[in-house]
T-cell receptor, first 114, second 116 residues
Framework: DVKVTQSSRYLVKRTGEKVFLECVQDMDHENMFWYRQDPGLGLRLIYFSYDVKMKEKGDIPEGYSVSREKKERFSLILESASTNQTSMYLC?????????????FGPGTRLTVT | AQKITQTQPGMFVQEKEAVTLDCTYDTSDPSYGLFWYKQPSSGEMIFLIYQGSYDQQNATEGRYSLNFQKARKSANLVISASQLGDSAMYFCAMRENNNAGNMLTFGGGTRLMVKP
């Protein structure tokens, strides 16, 4: 079974802090994704990566950055957390080698910024 | 414009009855795929079913089926014989094949509640 793990289920940070959200997958997937989930808005793509050290902006990249130094690990960074970044963050992975290329998700991190 | 629209924020269904969750989409790409995911209260997204734009038949997976009406751009999820464990958020998503990285665009979701 594909396993995607996220470093924390719940996180509380203060405004202005630097926040790291870590995601690790164990299936050697090339593609990795970070989403945020807000009520009524569904999942919105922040960044994705299709290879080590490669990254592409999604629909809402402002205020976020990412790092992918190893194939299995994809980190989301909030350089200076703000209250409007309070949300559920979901990491996912997929491979172009297995049709229909569905994404496998981690359990999510619920981040609260106070 | 919204690419994926789920018009039902919340729905109730009686246990053992069938329920249809609506999804409409918008794309000019002739080649695309449609997905449904389930998100229980635990938070993890679970892949349920997939329909390709060129598939001639509606997809089925156990109690899940996808009512695909290409001309109307709709891809409704049908759950037969609802169970209490079906209570969850359900998301419709689309992958347009002209994008790199197999990105998905998600709808806003429908919360399904199954009544005993």
């Amino acid at each position: 079974d594909v396993k995607v793990t996220q470093s924390s289920r719940y996180l509380v940070k203060r405004t202005g802090e630097k926040v790291f959200l870590e995601c690790v997958q164990d299936m050697d997937h090339e593609n990795m994704f970070w989403y945020r989930q807000d009520p009524g808005l569904g999942l919105r793509l922040i960044y994705f990566s299709y290879d080590v050290k490669m990254k592409e902006k999604g629909d809402i990249p402002e205020g976020y950055s990412v790092s992918r130094e190893k194939k299995e690990r994809f980190s989301l960074i909030l350089e200076s957390a703000s209250t409007n970044q309070t949300s559920m963050y979901l990491c996912a992975s997929s491979t172009p080698g297995a049709f229909p290329y569905e994404q496998y998700f981690g359990p999510g991190t619920r981040l609260t910024v106070t | 414009a919204q690419k994926i629209t789920q018009t039902q924020p919340g729905m109730f269904v009686q246990e053992k009855e069938a329920v249809t969750l609506d999804c409409t989409y918008d794309t000019s790409d002739p080649s695309y795929g449609l997905f449904w995911y389930k998100q229980p209260s635990s938070g993890e997204m679970i892949f349920l079913i997939y329909q390709g734009s060129y598939d001639q038949q509606n997809a089925t997976e156990g109690r899940y089926s996808l009512n695909f009406q290409k001309a109307r751009k709709s891809a409704n999820l049908v759950i037969s014989a609802s169970q209490l464990g079906d209570s969850a958020m359900y998301f419709c998503a689309m992958r347009e094949n002209n994008n790199a990285g197999n990105m998905l665009t998600f709808g806003g979701g429908t919360r399904l509640m199954v009544k005993p």
